[in-house]
């Protein structure tokens, strides 16, 4: 089992709708990180979360430390919002584990 | 905010040359800069973590002698593949843990590297 899991791992939404991305980890953390990779590769880092919540324009991230859980929202997606979404974890023994992303495809 | 600009973006070379990956801080010193590797469809892994100053920690089953890994500053780690064969191609990306904020990690854009 992954240390870091991310559900879903496809999923395809019309423009306009909420979506939501999870990711769960199963080892103790000192932050979580949330990454956008580009069809192309190139890698955009969203939000780094220790604690509580976060909020950037339309992106929304929010992490609950007891349950081992984050979660990453999208308000009135678009097209452009297609991409992987990477949730990454830095362990207590300082490594930065990631999951295998989730592809997102926005329909117009 | 910090940024880490990472160089070049994209990149096709042949099967025997050496190719070199630079990762700069720009705001900021890096004290400490990781190395990742990303196959299709694959998480992003860890190859080695590079300190200013000092030789690099390689993960286990990633050949050091094959990736060369310099970190002879605090604004710069540079990547090179060397001898590099159609197998290496993949998506390379650097990582700098932020010096003045404790957990903080910034990522480089990536490189992909195609060996023909």
């Known amino acids: 089992k992954n240390e870091v899991e991310q559900s879903p791992q496809n999923l395809t939404a019309q423009e306009g709708e909420f979506i939501t991305i999870n990711c769960s980890y199963s080892?103790?953390?000192?932050?979580l990180h949330w990454l956008q990779q580009h069809p192309g590769g190139g890698i955009v880092s969203l939000f780094m979360?220790?604690?509580g919540k976060k909020k950037h324009g339309r992106l929304i991230a929010t992490i609950n430390i007891q349950e081992k859980h984050s979660s990453l929202h999208i308000t009135a997606s678009h097209p452009r919002d297609s991409a992987v979404y990477i949730c990454?974890?830095?362990?207590?023994?300082?490594?930065?584990?990631f999951g295998k992303g989730t592809r997102l495809h926005i329909l117009p | 905010g910090a940024v880490v600009s990472q160089h070049p973006s994209r990149v096709i070379c042949k099967s025997g040359t050496s190719v070199k990956i630079e990762c700069r801080s720009l705001?900021?010193?890096?004290?400490?800069m990781f190395w990742y590797r990303q196959f299709p469809k694959q998480s992003l892994m860890l190859m080695a973590t590079?300190?200013?100053?000092?030789?690099?920690?390689?993960e286990q089953g990633v050949e050091k002698d094959k990736f060369l890994i310099n970190h002879a500053s605090l604004t710069l780690s540079t990547l090179t593949v060397t001898s590099a064969h159609p197998e290496d191609s993949s998506f390379y990306i650097c990582?700098?843990?932020?010096?003045?904020?404790?957990?903080?990690?910034?990522f480089g854009s990536g490189t992909r590297l195609t060996v023909v």
């Open positions: 080892v103790g953390i000192s932050a």
């Open positions: 990454a974890v830095r362990s207590r023994d300082d490594k930065i584990i």
């Open positions: 979360l220790s604690s």
């Open positions: 990582s700098a843990r932020l010096s003045v904020e404790l957990y903080g990690y910034t």
């Open positions: 705001d900021f010193q890096a004290t400490t």
């Open positions: 590079s300190n200013e100053g000092s030789k690099a920690t390689y």
